[in-house]
């Protein structure tokens, strides 16, 4: 397991106490979880506890300690103790001569992500680091936690292990299982299967169109083949809660289960249905990749700090290309649906200008200050490393398949990986890394890595694509083409307000700026609705009147359209394959080039 980081400047005691949660939920529509620590054996005068200000898997401090309150400290006896608060997420309490402590306090609990908590009057559902204190130079005791449902109808769902004859309470072998094991609490539904002779259970909660049989059907194909591809399960016990949410969209990875947010009426159409799946085959590779397989500075996790990493474009966009391939794989959908997902992928690539500014070993590093923190230079100033790290990782098992005839591949990579880092939980470096994929390859990737990964350079998709018989087609997706003014609008409250201007675009130029107002072209009016429709009426490098309101004010600016952009990118199969591209095809994604072209 993960071994917690150590607080600086605070000396551990010889014996280690004995760590008790309960959690209960006696009004769950108020949505706070009560929660009490009882710690036994403790020698100290002072204790310190800390909760972690952010968790793993989600890079952003999300300040769980803003959600506590009523705080408060006592003997057995329940005499009170004198307690304070030293930062925002350190609480120390005196504790002279005491060696049970009671600690209560309360969590506020009304947000419904994979990454925080949610408690309402169908369920309660959390995850440790935003419900848990830790007790530093004790991160690797044991901790046992007992839930007490508001009534006897809810049950539990969890990646840890039950304690016998012990009603609802679980044990957690040290503090980073314990964060990594949320919990589903209620009356959802829970399914159990069985794959390779390994226990799996889907939890559902929420009322939607999801199918449990068919979602079984096909999660038991993709843990097959991902199974297969890393020779075999690390667990003995897997758990997927499946969230059915109004609007949702998410996943959040653990060792031995995951949590997954998606629409409730999200499981009819084909399509959407899909994309399910490669939420599932996301969240399932990596309790390989970055769970197991993972970067050096997440060998032992800081929960007060962030932990920099320049390598999350292979953790994270490497498993964005696999989860677009393991349905294929998994015969889930065909090698049409992959290109037509593909294709989406590309086409957000390309029409993002942040890709010729920041590297996706940048993107990566900066995680914890830009992904999830988005404004509206956003997308002109940095790139997603899920998407760049996807678009970079199927150019690398482009270029190691047609290198070696399909005979080693990307695929290669992840079991070297696993080999020689995951099966034992050793971290690794940026050199490692690129070391591992030089030796499948078999050929130098410094250039590579300068112009792909460390630049900014274009993807050279065609070059890839090339020796598969495919290739990148840019078009107007069959609309004419529409001069180049270079911002995006949104009605909103009846208004057409503008999201967000390219940097270096006509608007740009003249100064049109987020949030300002779009009134009218030549004096006539335009709605978000009609303005390409209004700009097909001119011709690039014709002037036109735009008319805003900026901060309220009104402005007309004089602006000079440029040249009509793409505005769609498709992989397609070429006309005329040779044998050779057609062999490199089946290969890769099997079938026949024949039967992708539309």
């Not at 003249?510 to 072209?521: F, H, K, N, R, S």
């Amino acid at each position: 397991m993960t071994e917690a980081t150590t607080m600086p400047g605070i000396a551990k005691p010889a014996i280690a106490p004995q760590l008790y949660y309960q959690v209960a939920m006696r009004e769950p529509q108020t949505h706070l979880f009560d929660v009490m620590l009882r710690l036994r054996g403790w020698q100290e005068s002072v204790l310190d506890l800390k909760m972690p200000v952010w968790t793993p898997g989600s890079y952003l401090v999300r300040e769980y300690a803003k959600h506590l309150q009523e705080f408060s400290a006592c003997d057995p006896d329940e005499r009170s103790l004198s307690w304070r608060k030293v930062s925002k997420n350190h609480w120390q309490i005196d504790t002279p001569g005491i060696s049970e402590i009671i600690v209560r306090y309360r969590i506020y609990a009304n947000e419904l992500t994979v990454r925080t908590n949610h408690l309402d009057a169908t369920h309660g559902y959390f995850n440790g680091a935003a419900l848990f204190f830790y007790v530093p130079g004790f991160e690797r005791s044991p901790i046992e936690v007992q839930i007490i449902p508001p009534n006897p109808e809810w049950h539990v769902s969890t990646g840890l292990s039950a304690v016998k004859q012990r009603s609802n309470t679980f044990l957690a072998e040290d503090f980073d299982t314990l964060v990594d094991s949320p919990f589903e609490i209620g009356t959802h539904d829970s399914h159990f299967f069985e794959v390779e002779g390994k226990s799996h259970e889907l939890a559902i909660w929420g009322q939607g169109n999801a199918k449990p049989d068919r979602i079984i059907s096909d999660t038991e194909k993709i843990i097959q083949v991902e199974s297969q591809l890393f020779e075999g399960l690390p667990y003995d016990r897997y758990l997927f809660i499946l969230h059915l949410s109004s609007q949702g969209y998410g996943g959040l990875e653990h060792k031995n289960s995951c949590s997954l947010n998606y629409p409730r009426l999200g499981f009819r159409a084909p399509e959407k249905y899909n994309r399910f799946m490669q939420l599932v085959a996301h969240e399932f590779f990596h309790l390989w990749n970055i769970k197991r397989i993972r970067p050096k500075p997440l060998e032992e996790f800081d929960y007060e700090g962030e932990s920099y990493i320049s390598a999350l474009w292979f953790c994270e966009g490497t498993t964005s290309y696999y989860d677009l391939i393991i349905p294929l794989r998994a015969g889930i959908y065909d090698a049409k649906n992959f290109l037509q997902g593909l294709s989406k992928d590309v086409n957000r690539l390309q029409n993002t200008p942040g890709r010729q500014i920041q590297p996706v070993s940048e993107s990566s590093w900066d995680a914890w200050i830009k992904l999830y923190r988005r404004d509206a230079n956003s997308d002109n100033s940095q790139i997603s490393y899920y998407l760049k790290g996807e678009m970079v990782s199927l150019l690398l098992d482009l270029r190691i398949r047609a290198r070696h005839k399909n005979q080693r591949s990307l695929d290669d990579v992840m079991r070297q990986m696993w080999q020689r880092f995951g099966q034992q939980e050793i971290g690794f470096s940026d050199d490692d890394l690129k070391e591992v994929l030089e030796s499948v390859a078999e050929e130098d990737l410094t250039d590579f890595y300068a112009q792909y990964i460390h630049g900014t350079t274009e993807l050279p998709f065609d070059k890839y694509l090339a020796p598969f018989g495919l290739k990148l087609q840019a078009s107007n997706n069959g609309q004419d083409a529409v001069p180049f003014l270079g911002l995006s609008v949104k009605t909103e409250n009846g208004k057409a307000a503008i999201k967000f201007v390219e940097t270096g675009s006509p608007a740009h130029q003249v100064g049109i700026d987020p949030e300002d107002e779009l009134l009218a072209i030549d004096g006539l009016r335009v709605t978000a609705d009609d303005l390409n429709e209004r700009l097909k009426d001119y011709q690039p490098a014709e002037r036109i009147q735009v008319t805003v309101f900026h901060h309220e004010q009104l402005q007309t600016y004089p602006v000079t359209l440029g040249e009509p952009r793409p505005t769609q990118y498709q992989v397609v199969a070429l006309q005329k394959p040779t044998a050779s591209q057609e062999n490199l095809f089946r290969g890769w994604l099997g079938g026949s080039l024949s039967r992708v072209k539309s």
